[in-house]
């Protein structure tokens, strides 16, 4: 069963009205009628089964029937990622889809677009609502707004293992950072043009593990996905339940 989306949703709801995208989806699109049965969730680990009681112009009224928790899977992943010219949308769902609970755009020497928008926050945001809800996951990510290299690994410092990913490094493997991680981590992949040396530099002051994702070069959104889904695959080998 599709599974929609409600800010409003609480562990004590009874009712809810649904406007907006959700609304057109379930009433035009999908054709619901009032005793339909549907699927919920506040992105925030709540999930509940509920039923349409009342379909109007403009909302749709639902009564809350079922509510169920999940609990955040452990460790969690978040992506710190440069923010690009193009893809960014691309970025954020389809690791969304992999089970990314944090992204972090960032600002670094070679970034190309440095800054982004309020209205491109918002859509970026969107298309995480839109990708939780592909996967029927009932966590929905945080995007943070963007800020400089420098001050997101003092952000993260003692928060978070920091795993990097660097096109010109040659002895430190993906795997065999994952296998010494410890703690939450954060995946950090750089801008089209890579990473400067000093950057990379600071990063390791910061504690951050600098790894090679193989001998082809990557598209930054293409390694920003490859680094997420081989993290993902290393847990579920760890942990057949983790995803």
């Given at each position: 069963m599709p599974i929609f989306y409600s800010s409003e949703l609480t562990n004590t709801s009874k009712k809810i009205q649904i406007a907006g995208i959700e609304y057109n989806h379930l009433k035009n699109t999908l054709r619901k009628r009032e005793g339909d049965e549907m699927s919920l969730t506040n992105g925030r680990?709540?999930?509940?089964?509920?039923?349409?009681?009342?379909?109007?112009?403009?909302?749709?009224t639902i009564q809350v029937n079922r509510i169920s928790f999940q609990e955040k899977t452990k460790p969690h992943i978040s992506l710190a990622?440069?923010?690009?010219?193009?893809n960014n949308e691309l970025i954020i769902e389809k690791c969304t889809e992999l089970g990314i609970y944090d992204f972090f755009p960032f600002i670094?020497?070679?970034t190309v677009k440095k800054s982004a928008s309020s209205h491109q926050l918002d859509r970026l945001r969107k298309i995480a609502i839109s990708a939780m809800k592909q996967c029927d996951s009932v966590y929905l990510p945080e995007i943070h707004n963007p800020i400089q290299f420098n001050e997101l690994l003092e952000f993260f410092i003692n928060k978070y293992d920091l795993i990097l990913a660097w096109e010109e490094e040659q002895k430190t493997s993906f795997s065999t950072a994952l296998e010494i991680s410890k703690k939450d981590m954060c995946l950090v992949v750089g801008p089209e043009g890579g990473f400067?040396?000093?950057?990379?530099?600071?990063?390791?002051k910061f504690g951050a593990h600098i790894v090679s994702l193989g001998n082809h070069i990557l598209r930054a959104e293409t390694a920003?996905?490859?680094?997420?889904a081989q993290v993902i695959f290393y847990q579920l080998q760890q942990n057949p339940s983790y995803y």
């Open positions: 680990g709540i999930h509940a089964q509920c039923s349409i009681t009342d379909i109007s112009h403009n909302e749709i990622f440069s923010l690009l010219k193009k670094s020497e070679r400067e040396k000093s950057e990379v530099e600071l990063g390791q920003a996905i490859t680094i997420c």
